[in-house]
């Protein structure tokens, strides 16, 4: 029989503040406390909060992965969010994934810092929840062959990435597959999933508005063993509000997948329970982001280049937490100058409103960090 | 085709400012659509070939006085008197009038011969004055044609907002429509991004074009960074306050090129890492097109209208010169941002066509052909 395995991004990152160039060798505060505070606040109460309820409430099985710096801004503010989360994981219904501490680029660059901040975000789930992880998600699904290896090396057993259009045009995404490394392989289902998450309301859309049963049929009508269905938790409340009726399509879907005998899997269930398809190699760097799936959203264009090789040359510093809070991809995504749709994208998120302006504050901070943390 | 006739002041090559360059380029593209009659004052005569029709009024016996500004009031009244006295009036559907130059002029035909009126505002007092004591009687003949015209078209959204604000002008008669660029003028191929340690300012240098503030970013950056060289180019009243506020690094660090023809102006975008437009009032803008189309990074202030229509330029109070030393800085010291924003604004830039902007006056001049 067919099962849904729902996987949700939690992240949320620790902004710079907009940082003058004076104030380099003064000031060692980097982030914008205030916005991040202001902006977390607004996403618990809209999205994470009242979405892990409805989790727990109407028994859904998922997946969920939380950054390192989204737990830690989380455990500071001593969010109720935790303690929800507790419970849902608790219940056996909700199953977490492991990922880098900071969401980061480290797997394409730096096989020794990917692995300390692997570790570091197993530590701290471990110490907060009392899980160890199995499933490992990358920032943003970034995978190919050679970090699927990495996380192999680190004990994972299942890895999820992107079905991208190359990809799913040989190998439908509705199976689980093994890497080359030997991991169990997760293929997004980017059609299904972006009817939830970009189109849900979309009032052009022509299959505007959608209702569970609807939705229901559509998965029943896929071939195949797993429908992976992986989005961003942001797209229950924050993304979509709650007066599109997300919540209310979230509480209904589980019965009306029962009507087909369609069931709810975590990734460990499916894992289980399925059988596994041949090997599959991916060489080609991929991930879900923009149109390209691919590096382009954090590395598309020569100014996100020269602050990405910049970073990289603050390794040796002693302050590595800092250094790592500052590797996290959102800092490279908000300097995007892309086009047309996935600009806009980009300027959604964008807390600078130019892509500029947030290369000066990124390159002057690490002007700082070189002059203070570099011996 | 129906006719219509244009109050303007000079065409190419005879000019002092913008006006020129926009007329020539405006009315060529809309002589496909429309006969069109320039006036233009026979000062120096207009030279080449025109796609629409040139006419010139007599006022040479004027000529003497024109560059002494004292009377330049009473040359563009005596201009005013003898555009009436000459304008013929026959099927003329529609008179456009180009700044308080001509605005005079167009109202009193407007009321003589009841042919609606249009009037664009390619800059006001309150901008030419760097918002520093204003002369009364030019502001008077400014709000003159803006209460009298049918429409009115503005350079810039923010343009717009001065005349309303200070002129009381009726925002629902106003559309804004963006200068062009001559784009394969200024186009010089693929940018090479290399450090050129060149900061340029061009522009006439009088307080409405903030070359002061350029000068104040230039000492501060020259504080963090030796050898590199601010051009200002372009002459004006303020040249010899700013000669002395560059002090040691006058002609060194600081260069002053005087006026600068068009093929040196090309050469100059092309040669500098950074071009910047700190203006106090500036309606539009052109050169800051003009640097973007040639790939050259631009820094202007928030008061610079064309930068509304901009993302790919960093924008400062005119008045901080701490933060646009920051910004030339960052300019500097990174090849990746200089080669970013150098060939998005590029892009940015080419959407500016004079096409689009006769399109758009072809559609204010419909409601009245």
Redesign the interface.
């Given at each position: 029989m067919k099962s849904v395995v729902f996987y949700f991004q939690m992240h949320q990152p620790r902004r710079i503040k907009e940082y003058r160039r004076s104030e380099v060798s003064h000031n060692h505060d980097y982030f914008w406390e205030e916005k991040n505070k202001e902006i977390l606040e607004r996403i618990i109460e809209k999205c994470y909060v009242p979405m892990t309820k409805v989790l727990i409430e109407n028994d859904i099985k998922s997946s969920i992965s939380i950054s390192g710096v989204l737990l830690e801004q989380l455990l500071d503010m001593n969010s109720s969010v935790i303690d929800l989360l507790k419970e849902y994981f608790k219940s056996g219904k909700g199953e977490i994934l492991g990922e880098t501490y900071y969401h980061s680029l480290s797997s394409i660059w730096d096989e020794e810092e990917f692995k300390r901040q692997v570790e570091k975000h197993i530590d701290t789930l471990s110490r907060t929840f009392g899980i160890i992880p199995s499933t490992f998600r990358n920032t943003e699904l970034i995978y190919n062959d050679k970090i699927s290896q990495m996380v192999k090396d680190l004990g994972f057993e299942t890895i999820i990435t992107e079905g991208t259009d190359e990809i799913i045009s040989k190998n439908s995404p509705n199976f689980i597959y093994k890497t080359i490394s030997g991991l169990n392989l997760f293929l997004r289902n980017y059609r299904l999933s972006d009817d939830i998450s970009f189109r849900f309301s979309n009032r052009s859309w022509n299959e505007y508005p959608l209702f569970a049963d609807k939705y229901a049929k559509w998965i029943f009508m896929t071939e195949g063993d797993v429908i992976n269905l992986f989005m961003d938790y942001e797209t229950f409340g924050e993304h979509n509000w709650k007066e599109t009726g997300i919540f209310d399509f979230m509480r209904a879907l589980p019965n009306e997948l029962k009507k087909y005998g369609i069931d709810l899997f975590t990734i460990n269930e499916a894992v289980k329970n399925k059988g596994k398809k041949y090997e599959l190699g991916i060489n080609k760097t991929i991930s879900w982001a923009d149109t390209e799936r691919d590096l382009s959203a954090w590395l598309g264009n020569e100014m996100q280049i020269e602050a990405f090789e910049m970073m990289k040359t603050l390794k040796n510093t002693k302050n590595k937490d800092l250094w790592g809070l500052l590797q996290t991809s959102d800092h490279f995504y908000y300097m995007s100058t892309k086009h047309f749709s996935d600009q806009e994208v980009h300027e959604y998120f964008n807390p600078y409103h130019s892509p500029y302006l947030a290369f000066i504050y990124y390159t002057n901070i690490l002007e700082d960090f070189y002059k203070t943390f570099l011996d | 085709m129906k006719s219509i006739s244009v109050l303007g002041w000079e065409l190419p090559p005879v000019f002092s400012g913008g006006l020129g360059i926009h007329t020539m380029n405006l009315y060529t593209k809309l002589s496909n659509f429309l006969n069109i009659n320039i006036y233009v004052p026979d000062i120096v005569l207009p030279s080449g070939y025109y796609p629409f029709k040139a006419i010139t009024v007599n006022l040479s016996k004027y000529y003497g006085s024109y560059y002494r500004s004292d009377d330049f009031f009473d040359l563009v009244q005596e201009y005013n008197e003898i555009l009436i006295e000459n304008f013929n009036p026959k099927d003329v559907k529609l008179i456009h009038a180009h700044d308080w130059i001509t605005f005079k002029a167009g109202v009193e035909l407007k009321n003589i011969y009841h042919i609606p009126l249009i009037i664009t505002v390619h800059s006001t007092e309150y901008d030419r004055s760097g918002n520093f004591n204003p002369q009364k009687r030019i502001m008077d003949i400014e709000k003159y044609g803006i209460e009298n015209a049918d429409k009115i078209i503005t350079v810039s959204n923010y343009t717009k907002e001065i005349i309303v604000r200070n002129y009381n002008a009726n925002k629902k008669k106003i559309k804004t429509i963006y200068n062009g660029v001559n784009s394969e003028l200024y186009d010089t191929g693929k940018k090479d991004y290399s450090l050129k340690k060149k900061v340029l300012y061009f522009g006439r240098l009088t307080s409405q074009k903030g070359p002061k503030f350029f000068l104040e970013a230039a000492l501060k950056v020259l504080n963090n960074m030796k050898d590199i060289k601010f051009v200002i180019a372009g002459e004006g009243e303020k040249m010899e306050e700013l000669k002395i506020l560059a002090g040691e690094y006058l002609e060194k660090n600081i260069i002053f090129t005087g006026f600068v023809k068009f093929h040196v102006a090309r050469q100059l975008y092309n040669d500098s890492d950074v071009f910047i437009l700190p203006a106090v009032s500036e309606p539009f803008g052109m050169t800051v097109l003009e640097s973007m189309v040639s790939g050259t990074p631009a820094i202007i202030s928030k008061t610079t209208g064309v930068g509304e229509a901009l993302?790919?330029v960093?924008k400062v109070d005119f008045w901080d010169s701490?933060?646009l030393s920051?910004?030339i800085?960052?300019i500097l010291?990174?090849?990746?941002?200089r080669?970013?924003?150098g060939e998005?604004g590029k892009i940015e830039s080419l959407k500016f066509t004079w096409e689009d902007a006769a399109l758009k006056t072809l559609i204010v001049y419909g409601d009245y052909l």
């Open positions: - | 993302k790919n960093l701490d933060l920051e910004y800085i960052s010291n990174y090849k990746g941002l080669k970013t924003i998005n």
